[in-house]
């Protein structure tokens, strides 16, 4: 990409779009393109039409989507669905229409069935069932994966997808209804912390294993992605490295200093088992992770604390 390629970047006041912007805008790049949900509705087929005529970016990273935790993706999968159908249909079908020179879409581990062998290689895909409790946003992420590879086929178009892990993060939901588990947990110790709770309450049963990937890791994955990868196969980003829940727990009740125990809610589901990224593909392009999630945990904690008024509001 020139540095002043236009570049639009869906998603832009997610986690993962406000990295990518800071990563871009560390880069030198400034001639990106943003709006947000109410200026722009994803779902709207004819606003992304105009939208693309009008502003014809060159490049597209495609990070806008609904997104949630184990219990958003269970509860609400009408929309889960739906929403991601068609903000990535309408995203994929304008950029080919307007001759969009590259195109990045973001998808993420669940695509891989439930029961693949670990760790996930990226010729899993369709290989099995999927884990029921994220299906229907696994079949959207899917049915990205395949518009990217058939605007190649047919049309020629270099759109290319991205597979990332489990994210976290500045910018994350901590709505505990809705968020993931990291960003879960920093608010539920943090909260204990203060009101002195003697114990705090965690999903499950503790025994899944979870990757965690850093956020800005991934931004830098993608724009490493968009600079030096043309192929169709979609590619895994991760660490390679994966931990329990328990141990999760453990490490965010540490890193927060909350001093009390935890208790499982067995009332909640656990999800699949594992899913662990392998990540030789990436890694022998040439890139790798940089933070580990110790450190990345207490740069979230300390993004926390700055901006929770912001966060939980
Ligand atoms: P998943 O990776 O799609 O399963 O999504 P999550 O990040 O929501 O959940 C990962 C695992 O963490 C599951 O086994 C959850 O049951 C477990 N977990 C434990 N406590 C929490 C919590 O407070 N919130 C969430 N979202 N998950 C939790």
Redesign the pocket.
């Known amino acids: 990409m020139e540095k002043n390629a236009s570049i639009y970047v869906a998603g832009h006041r997610g986690m993962v779009g406000s990295a990518l912007v800071r990563k871009l805008r560390a880069e030198g790049f400034n001639n990106l393109i943003v709006r947000t949900s109410s200026e722009l509705d994803l779902r709207n087929q004819r606003a992304v039409a105009d939208f693309f005529e009008e502003e014809r970016p060159e490049y597209v990273f495609l990070a806008a989507a609904k997104v949630?935790?184990?219990?958003?993706?269970n509860i609400y999968r009408a929309e889960f669905l739906y929403d991601n159908l068609l903000i990535e249909a309408n995203i994929i079908h304008s950029a080919y229409q307007n001759s969009v020179r590259k195109l990045l879409f973001l998808g993420s581990s669940?695509i891989y069935p439930k029961l693949a062998p670990q760790p996930l290689k990226e010729e899993y895909l369709l290989s099995g069932y999927l884990?029921a409790?994220?299906e229907p946003y696994a079949i959207a992420k899917i049915a990205g994966i395949k518009l990217c590879e058939a605007y190649r086929n047919q049309y020629g178009c270099n759109f290319i997808s991205a597979m990332p892990t489990?994210l976290y993060g500045p910018n994350d939901n901590y709505e505990?209804q809705g968020?993931?588990?990291?960003p879960?947990?920093i608010r539920?110790f943090h909260e204990a912390k203060l009101n002195g709770d003697a114990v705090v309450?965690?999903?499950?049963?503790?025994s899944?294993k979870?990757e965690f990937l850093h956020a800005d890791d991934l931004a830098a994955a993608c724009f490493f992605l968009m600079e030096n990868y043309d192929d169709e196969l979609f590619v895994n980003i991760g660490t390679g490295e994966d931990v329990s829940?328990r141990e999760?727990?453990e490490l965010v009740k540490e890193t927060v200093g909350f001093e009390g125990d935890l208790q499982w809610?067995l009332s909640?589901?656990?999800?699949?088992p594992r899913?662990l990224m392998d990540v030789s593909r990436i890694q022998n392009l040439g890139w790798k992770h940089e933070t580990q999630l110790k450190d990345g945990l207490k740069r979230t904690y300390q993004d926390f604390l700055v901006n929770e008024v912001q966060l939980l509001s």
């Open positions: 949630g935790g184990i219990l958003a993706n669940c884990e409790t994220n489990n505990l968020s993931h588990v990291l879960a947990l539920k309450e965690v999903w499950g049963t503790g899944p979870r829940i999760l727990a809610d909640k589901p656990d999800g699949t899913k």
